[in-house]
């Protein structure tokens, strides 16, 4: 059963310090995409890639985040230096094809900033 | 600029009744509509979409959905609903170009009280 797996599904951490999420795509999808969920503001796409290639990063704020692929297995996502206001749930997700109809969401990440 | 609402914020249901989750949209040309269910402390998974054709559209677990262009709705529907339905259901939009992303509503949680 092909699943999008996230790494950590957890993190604590200080104020200032950097964080690094991970994500896998499920195998020969070739479209990815970076969420947060928060209570006040819903669920926002951050950033997303096809083919390894960013397409629109339009929702991250460019100042302390950055999202790569280093390879086609591997999307990472980070924020230096990290503040409270981060605190919040981290999807990613992945898609097929040039449209990418259905997403496919990891379990997500629950970042908290002390 | 393409746009989803959904004006529920909740929608509560006794088991056995039909359910309605309403959706509607905002998007230059036709549009490709989905429906996702979120579960709690899991990441989001699909449910339907409509891109063409019938106007009635059947998913998973029993959910359809009916898209209606002159009301520019997408209703998330089911005929008997059971207490296992109750999680946050999200409607989402894009438009057909190429490099369109998908835009989410606010989210609705369904509760289905025995």
């Known amino acids: 059963d092909a699943r999008v797996t996230q790494t950590p599904r957890h993190k604590v951490t200080e104020m200032g310090q950097e964080v690094t999420m991970r994500c896998q795509p499920i195998?020969?999808?070739?479209?990815v995409f970076w969420y947060r969920q928060t209570m006040m503001q819903g669920l926002e796409l951050l950033a997303y890639?096809?083919?390894?290639?960013?397409?629109?990063d339009s929702g991250m704020p460019k100042d302390r985040f950055s999202a790569e692929m280093p390879d086609a297995t591997l999307a990472t996502l980070k924020i230096q230096p990290s503040e409270p206001r981060d605190s919040a749930v981290y999807f990613c997700?992945?898609?097929?094809?040039?449209?990418?109809?259905?997403?496919?969401f990891g379990p997500g990440t629950r970042l908290t900033v002390t | 600029a393409q746009s989803v609402a959904q004006p529920e914020d909740q929608v509560n249901v006794a088991e056995g009744n039909p359910l309605t989750v309403k959706c509607t949209y905002s998007?230059?040309?036709?549009?490709?509509l989905f429906w996702y269910v979120q579960y709690p402390n899991r990441g989001l998974q699909f449910l339907l979409k409509?891109?063409?054709?019938?106007?009635l559209v059947k998913g998973s677990y029993g959910f359809e959905a009916e898209f209606n262009k002159s009301q520019t709705s997408f209703h998330l529907k089911k005929p008997s609903a059971l207490v296992s339905d109750s999680a946050l259901y999200f409607c989402?939009?894009?438009?057909?170009?190429?490099?369109?992303?998908?835009?989410f509503g606010s989210g609705t949680r369904l509760s289905i009280r025995p």
């Open positions: 997700a992945s898609g097929l094809g040039q449209d990418s109809y259905e997403q496919y």
């Open positions: 195998l020969g999808h070739n479209t």
């Open positions: 890639f096809r083919n390894r290639a960013p397409l629109d």
């Open positions: 998007v230059s040309g036709n549009p490709y």
């Open positions: 409509y891109i063409t054709g019938d106007n």
């Open positions: 989402a939009v894009r438009d057909r170009s190429s490099a369109s992303k998908i835009i």
